[in-house]
Nanobody, 124 residues
Framework: VQLQASGGGLVQAGGSLRLSCAVSGLIFSNYAVGWFRQAPGKEREFVGIISRSGGSTAYADSVRGRFTISRDNAKNTVYLEMNSLKVEDTAVYYC??????????????????WGQGTLVTVSS
């Protein structure tokens, strides 16, 4: 299984960015996909997850209302739309495939494969 995250970069506070995660090597539509992030000097944390059908999502409190996850099962790709970005959103963002199809499991041990990460830097 391979996951390729892309779309990171430098953006000013208040701006927007869209990350993509292209997945190969599994039946994409069978699995939920999550996003995590790791800020400098901090542990990796859950950002959000989307169910295998795309019909259900869940988000961390810190990003709910600003971030939106979507997926295109025809393209084996998941997206993370980030709006109203804050300096504290600066982190390496990782996508990961869940071992399950539902969007109700958030712990890292429920995710089987991980991408390499893409850096998002939000300047003040």
């Amino acid at each position: 299984v391979q996951l390729q995250a892309s779309g990171g970069g430098l953006v000013q506070a208040g701006g927007s960015l869209r990350l993509s995660c292209a997945v190969s090597g599994l039946i994409f539509s069978n699995y939920a996909v999550g996003w995590f992030r790791q800020a400098p000097g901090k542990e990796r944390e859950f950002v959000g997850i989307i169910s295998r059908s795309g019909g259900s999502t869940a988000y961390a409190d810190s990003v709910r209302g600003r971030f939106t996850i979507s997926r295109d099962n025809a393209k084996n790709t998941v997206y993370l739309e980030m709006n109203s970005l804050k300096v504290e959103d600066t982190a390496v963002y990782y996508c990961a495939t869940s071992r399950f199809g539902s969007a109700n499991r958030y712990s890292e041990d429920t995710f089987g494969s991980w991408g390499q990460g893409t850096l998002v830097t939000v300047s003040s």
